[in-house]
């Protein structure tokens, strides 16, 4: 099973629409996690980080449950510059002390007009 | 305050040259991580350095490649007799500390094809 697990998509939603992505890990001492977003093969750049409780950012919403293993994002009304893939990571604290995030493959998602 | 610099931006090398790739983290930190990504993939750890230390290599192949990040100047991801298989986009990052919660700053990446 891979650390973290991601629909790779397309999610081809129209303008407006409200969409979800969820994302499994593995490691069930995972200690953090966040979602970045990359913009076709640029630099990841961090969207938000997901805490116990949810939180919620404008349009976006972060959810984490610990139990089942999976963290999740909504993003509500659509804009076409969402369009873009969504990084899901997990941050293990290791033995050592460090981190090592791991990100999923990413889902792709596109926003019709 | 400058971000994650990465250079050079594109790299054309032909089989069996070298290619070293530069990554200066963020002013105040410490802490370097590399990543590949090839075509249609996900980023994949490669590996994880202090100053002057390399504390996790476990992503990087066995052969061929090697990083470090010297006491001064920027961290060196060098590839050596480059493949095909080795064209892909590289990611530098970098973080402040290794809390629970740090987050990790991307430089604009390497794009190396080989010919």
């Known amino acids: 099973r891979k650390e973290v697990e991601q629909d790779p998509g397309p999610f081809n939603v129209p303008e407006g629409a409200t969409v979800a992505f969820n994302c499994t890990y593995s490691n069930s001492a995972s200690q953090s996690f966040f979602w970045y977003r990359q913009d076709c093969r640029k630099e990841p750049k961090l969207l938000m980080s997901v805490y116990s409780s949810g939180n919620e950012d404008g349009r976006f919403t972060a959810q984490l449950n610990r139990a089942s293993q999976y963290i999740s994002l909504l993003i509500r009304d659509s804009k076409l510059s969402d369009s873009a893939t969504y990084l899901c990571v997990v941050n293990p604290l290791y033995s050592g002390g460090y981190q090592k995030v791991t990100f999923g493959i990413g889902t792709k998602l596109q926003v019709i007009p | 305050n400058a971000g994650v610099m990465q250079n050079p931006r594109h790299l054309v090398r032909r089989r069996g040259q070298e290619a070293r790739l530069r990554c200066s983290p963020m002013k105040g930190h410490s802490h370097v991580y590399w990543y590949r990504q090839l075509p249609e993939e996900g980023l994949k750890f490669m590996v994880y350095l202090q100053k002057e230390n390399i504390i996790d290599e476990s992503g990087m192949p066995k052969e061929r490649f090697s990083a470090e990040f010297p006491k001064e100047g920027p961290s060196i991801l060098r590839i050596q007799q480059v493949v095909r298989g080795d064209s892909a986009a590289y990611f530098c990052?970098?973080?402040f500390g290794t809390g629970n919660n740090e987050k990790l700053f991307f430089g604009s990446g390497t794009q190396l094809s080989v010919l």
């Open positions: 990052a970098s973080s």
